[in-house]
C-alpha cells in the first residue's frame, strides 16, 4: 500500500509561526503565534477536530515533518495537523479513528519500513491515572496475543509525554459499516463468526476475557478475514472482574450477556463472550442488535428480562438451524449457552458443512413456561379464563357460582394488575424527568432530548406527560447551550482569550482553561497559595500567553502558560476589586480599597496612582485608545 505524496512544509520561515505556519503580527516576537503559545504550554494541539473518511489516496510516501520544540510539543494527539508527523520510529501519515480514549493513526514505521497503526491516549499528561491504566491493559493483553484472526501488536511504549501502541494496520472496514450496506448472506456471516469464535477461544486458553466484543470491534482484511481489535476492556480470569468504573457499567449494553449487565460480581466468563459472539451474529443476520431501545437503561432491561425476537421474523431469509444456534448464544442462563467459543465455532463448522448441529430450538412448551415465569400475573389470569371455560362447558350448577367467584377473582387481579402497572409507569416517568434535568444541567442536551422522546406516547396510548415534560422540553430546544462542570470550588471570575476560542475559569485557588469550540477542558493552572481565591482574571488583548490575576491576599500575579509559572506583579494590596489590560497590553490598572494604581506591565513599576478617603472605586476601564 502507498500513499499520497505531501510536500514538506517549511514551519520556521520570516513572518509565519514555527509551529502552525500562520501568519505572525508584526508585534510579535519569537516565532511564535499566541495561540500555539498557549497550547504549548498546555500541551494541547491548536485546531479543532478532524475525523479522517478513510485511508489516503494511493501515490508515494511522504516525508516526515519534525515535530516542534517539547516545550511546545502537544501532549494530546494533534486534531488536525499538518502531515505528515514524526513520531519516535514512526512517521504519522494519517488520523482514521478517535474514540472518547485514543486516538488511531495510520502510520510508517522507519526502522522496518512498513504501514502500521499507531494507537495513543488522548489527553497525555492530563489522562487520569485510572484510563492510563486501562490503556496500557488494552495494549498488554492484545500484545500477548498472537492468533491471524486477532490485531497484533508491534509495540508498546511511552514517547515525548504520549502512551502509545503500534500495530497490524488493516485497510478494510469494520462489521459494523459493512451490515450498514444490508443483512450479510447466511454463510458469509457463519464464515466470519466461525473465524472470530476461534480467535476468542484462543484468547480465553490464556485466560484473558474480551467483555467488549461487537461489530465495530471487528475488521475485515483485504483477504476477507475478520481480525478482532480493541481490548480495552479486557481481563485476565485469573483476577477478581471488575464491573463498574466510576459507577457505570463496562461494555456496550446492544451486546452486553445479563450477567454483565446485571453486574454480579463474579459472573461474568467465557460464556459471557460467547453471548457476545451471538449478539455479533444477530445483527449481521437482522441489520440490528438483539435488544435497541431509547435509553442505556432501557437497553439493559430489555437484556435481562426480554427474549430476543426471533432472527427469522426480521429476516426470513436466515436458515433455522443458524437462528437456533444464534438464540442459544443469547440464552439468558449462561449455562444453557454453548460452553465455550470452540464448541461454538464447531458447531458453525457443522453448519457450514451441511451436517446436523447439536442444539436444539426451544420447544413451544419451553417459552410458554419461560414467558409465564416472566409474566406471572398474567399467567394467572390465562389459567383462570381456561378453568372458567371448562367450567361453563361442563354446565354444572356449582360451575356458575365457581363462575361468578373466578370472575370477580380475575377482575380485582387485573385491576391491580393495572394499578401496579400505572404506578411503575409513573415511577419510571418521574425518574426519567429528574434525569432530564440532571442532563440539562450537565450541557448533555442530546441525552436529555432522548429521554423527553421516549414518553412520547404512540397512538392508542395513555398520555403521562405533564408541565414538567412540556417545560423541559422547551428548555431542551435551545442546543447552543453547553455546561462546564466538575470544578471543586464556587466560580468567581472568568474571561475569554482576545481570539474568544478560550475560556478562563477561577474557581478558588485553581485556573481552568477551556477550549469553547471543542468543549475540552485544556488544563488548569494552581495557585501556590492554597487559601488565596482568585476574584478576578484578565487577558491581556495582546497575547494569549499573558494573564493578570489577583485574589482576596492582595497580590496581583501575571501569569506566564508558557512556562505555567505565575510572577508577583504587586504586592501588599488590600483585596482588589478589578483589573484591566490597556488596549496595548503595556499597563495593567487595578482597583483596590481606596485607591486606583496603573504599572508598567513590562517593568513592574507603578506609573501612576490616586487615592480618596471617601470614595472605593469597584470596577476600572481604559478608553480604547489606551488615554
Keep these: 500500500m502507498t500513499d499520497a505524496p505531501a510536500t514538506k512544509k517549511t514551519m520556521n520561515e520570516q513572518g509565519h509561526c514555527a509551529q502552525c505556519g500562520a501568519p505572525l503580527p508584526r508585534d510579535i516576537a519569537g516565532g511564535i503565534c499566541p495561540q500555539c503559545e498557549l497550547r504549548g504550554a498546555l500541551n494541547l494541539s491548536a485546531d479543532p477536530p478532524q475525523i479522517a473518511s478513510g485511508p489516503a489516496a494511493h501515490g508515494g510516501e511522504p516525508a516526515a515533518a519534525a515535530l516542534s520544540p517539547s516545550r511546545h510539543h502537544s501532549?494530546?494527539?494533534?486534531?488536525?495537523?499538518?502531515?505528515?508527523?514524526?513520531?519516535?520510529?514512526?512517521?504519522?501519515?494519517?488520523?482514521?479513528?478517535?474514540?472518547?480514549?485514543?486516538?488511531?493513526?495510520?502510520?510508517?514505521?522507519?526502522?522496518?519500513?512498513?504501514?502500521?497503526?499507531?494507537?495513543?491516549?488522548?489527553?497525555?499528561?492530563?489522562?487520569?491515572?485510572?484510563?492510563?491504566?486501562?490503556f496500557r491493559s488494552e495494549a498488554a493483553a492484545a500484545a500477548s496475543l498472537q492468533h491471524p484472526h486477532i490485531l497484533a501488536i508491534y509495540e508498546v511504549g511511552f514517547n515525548d509525554g504520549l502512551h502509545f501502541f503500534a500495530m497490524e494496520y488493516v485497510a478494510g472496514r469494520s462489521l459494523a459499516a459493512i451490515v450498514k450496506d444490508g443483512a450479510l448472506l447466511p454463510r458469509r456471516a457463519a464464515t466470519y463468526l466461525?473465524?472470530?469464535?476461534?480467535?476468542?477461544?484462543?484468547?480465553?486458553?490464556?485466560?484473558?476475557?474480551?467483555?467488549?466484543?461487537?461489530?465495530?470491534?471487528?475488521?475485515?482484511?483485504?483477504?476477507?478475514?475478520?481480525?478482532?481489535?480493541?481490548?480495552?476492556?479486557?481481563?485476565?480470569?485469573?483476577?477478581?472482574?471488575?464491573?463498574?468504573?466510576?459507577?457505570?457499567?463496562?461494555?456496550?449494553?446492544?451486546?452486553?450477556?445479563?450477567?454483565?449487565?446485571a453486574a454480579k460480581r463474579g459472573a461474568v466468563g467465557k460464556?459471557?463472550?460467547?453471548?457476545?459472539?451471538?449478539?455479533?451474529?444477530?445483527?449481521?443476520?437482522?441489520?440490528?442488535?438483539?435488544f435497541v431501545a431509547p435509553t442505556v437503561a432501557a437497553t439493559l432491561q430489555e437484556v435481562l428480562n426480554t427474549e430476543p425476537v426471533s432472527p427469522r421474523v426480521l429476516n426470513p431469509g436466515v436458515p433455522p438451524d443458524?437462528?437456533?444456534?444464534?438464540?442459544?448464544?443469547?440464552?439468558?442462563?449462561?449455562?444453557?449457552?454453548?460452553?465455550?467459543?470452540?464448541?461454538?465455532?464447531?458447531?458453525?463448522?457443522?453448519?457450514?458443512?451441511?451436517?446436523?448441529?447439536?442444539?436444539?430450538?426451544?420447544?413451544?412448551?419451553?417459552?410458554?413456561?419461560?414467558?409465564?415465569?416472566?409474566?406471572?400475573?398474567?399467567?394467572?389470569?390465562?389459567?383462570?379464563?381456561?378453568?372458567?371455560?371448562?367450567?361453563?362447558?361442563?354446565?354444572?350448577?356449582?360451575?356458575?357460582?365457581?363462575?361468578?367467584?373466578?370472575?370477580?377473582?380475575?377482575?380485582?387481579?387485573?385491576?391491580?394488575?393495572?394499578?401496579?402497572?400505572?404506578?411503575?409507569?409513573?415511577q419510571a416517568y418521574t425518574s426519567d424527568m429528574n434525569l432530564v434535568q440532571q442532563a440539562w444541567d450537565e450541557g448533555n442536551l442530546r441525552r436529555a432530548q432522548a429521554l423527553l422522546r421516549a414518553h412520547i406516547p404512540e397512538p392508542g396510548q395513555p398520555d403521562l406527560r405533564g408541565f414538567e415534560w412540556r417545560y423541559l422540553w422547551q428548555l431542551c430546544q435551545d442546543e447552543s447551550r453547553y455546561a462546564f462542570t466538575n470544578f471543586e470550588h464556587d466560580v468567581d471570575a472568568l474571561a475569554f482569550?482576545?481570539?474568544?476560542?478560550?475560556?478562563?475559569?477561577?474557581?478558588?485557588?485553581?485556573?481552568?482553561?477551556?477550549?469553547?469550540?471543542?468543549?475540552?477542558?485544556?488544563?488548569?493552572?494552581?495557585?501556590?497559595?492554597?487559601?488565596?481565591?482568585?476574584?478576578?482574571?484578565?487577558?491581556?488583548?495582546?497575547?494569549?500567553?499573558?494573564?493578570?490575576?489577583?485574589?482576596?491576599?492582595?497580590?496581583?500575579?501575571?501569569?506566564?502558560?508558557?512556562?505555567?509559572?505565575?510572577?508577583?506583579?504587586?504586592?501588599?494590596?488590600?483585596?482588589?476589586?478589578?483589573?484591566?489590560?490597556?488596549?496595548?497590553?503595556?499597563?495593567?490598572?487595578?482597583?483596590?480599597?481606596?485607591?486606583?494604581?496603573?504599572?508598567?506591565v513590562e517593568s513592574k513599576r507603578l506609573l501612576w496612582t490616586s487615592t480618596n478617603s471617601h470614595i472605593s472605586p469597584r470596577t476600572v476601564a481604559f478608553t480604547p485608545d489606551g488615554t
Design 194 to 261: 466461525k473465524s472470530i469464535a476461534e480467535a476468542i477461544h484462543y484468547a480465553h486458553e490464556r485466560n484473558i476475557l474480551h467483555r467488549d466484543l461487537k461489530p465495530s470491534n471487528v475488521l475485515i482484511d483485504s483477504l476477507d478475514q475478520p481480525k478482532v481489535t480493541d481490548f480495552g476492556l479486557a481481563k485476565r480470569l485469573e483476577t477478581e472482574i471488575e464491573l463498574t468504573l466510576s459507577g457505570q457499567l463496562l461494555g456496550s449494553p446492544n451486546y452486553m450477556p445479563p450477567e454483565q449487565a
Design 75 to 134: 501532549s494530546i494527539p494533534p486534531l488536525h495537523p499538518s502531515y505528515p508527523i514524526r513520531f519516535g520510529d514512526y512517521e504519522l501519515l494519517q488520523e482514521i479513528a478517535r474514540g472518547g480514549m485514543g486516538v488511531v493513526y495510520r502510520a510508517r514505521q522507519i526502522s522496518l519500513d512498513r504501514i502500521v497503526a499507531v494507537k495513543m491516549l488522548l489527553f497525555g499528561a492530563l489522562s487520569s491515572a485510572q484510563t492510563v491504566q486501562r
Design 271 to 290: 460464556r459471557s463472550d460467547v453471548y457476545a459472539l451471538g449478539a455479533i451474529l444477530y445483527h449481521l443476520l437482522t441489520c440490528r442488535p438483539p
Design 322 to 426: 443458524l437462528e437456533t444456534i444464534c438464540l442459544k448464544c443469547l440464552e439468558k442462563d449462561s449455562a444453557k449457552r454453548y460452553q465455550s467459543a470452540a464448541a461454538l465455532a464447531e458447531e458453525l463448522g457443522r453448519y457450514l458443512n451441511d451436517e446436523s448441529i447439536q442444539a436444539r430450538p426451544v420447544a413451544t412448551a419451553e417459552k410458554i413456561w419461560r414467558w409465564c415465569r416472566r409474566k406471572p400475573v398474567t399467567a394467572s389470569l390465562g389459567a383462570a379464563t381456561m378453568l372458567l371455560m371448562v367450567a361453563v362447558a361442563i354446565g354444572s350448577p356449582i360451575a356458575v357460582v365457581r363462575i361468578n367467584r373466578e370472575r370477580q377473582r380475575v377482575e380485582q387481579a387485573r385491576k391491580q394488575e393495572s394499578q401496579q402497572r400505572q404506578q411503575a409507569e409513573a
Design 497 to 600: 482569550s482576545p481570539d474568544g476560542k478560550f475560556l478562563a475559569v477561577c474557581a478558588g485557588p485553581v485556573i481552568k482553561l477551556l477550549d469553547i469550540n471543542s468543549k475540552l477542558e485544556l488544563g488548569e493552572l494552581r495557585n501556590a497559595n492554597k487559601n488565596d481565591t482568585i476574584y478576578r482574571i484578565a487577558f491581556s488583548p495582546k497575547s494569549t500567553n499573558i494573564l493578570a490575576t489577583a485574589g482576596q491576599s492582595g497580590v496581583i500575579h501575571l501569569w506566564n502558560l508558557t512556562t505555567k509559572e505565575a510572577t508577583p506583579f504587586a504586592e501588599h494590596l488590600s483585596e482588589v476589586d478589578s483589573i484591566e489590560f490597556s488596549p496595548d497590553g503595556k499597563m495593567l490598572a487595578a482597583a483596590f480599597d481606596l485607591a486606583l494604581g496603573v504599572w508598567n
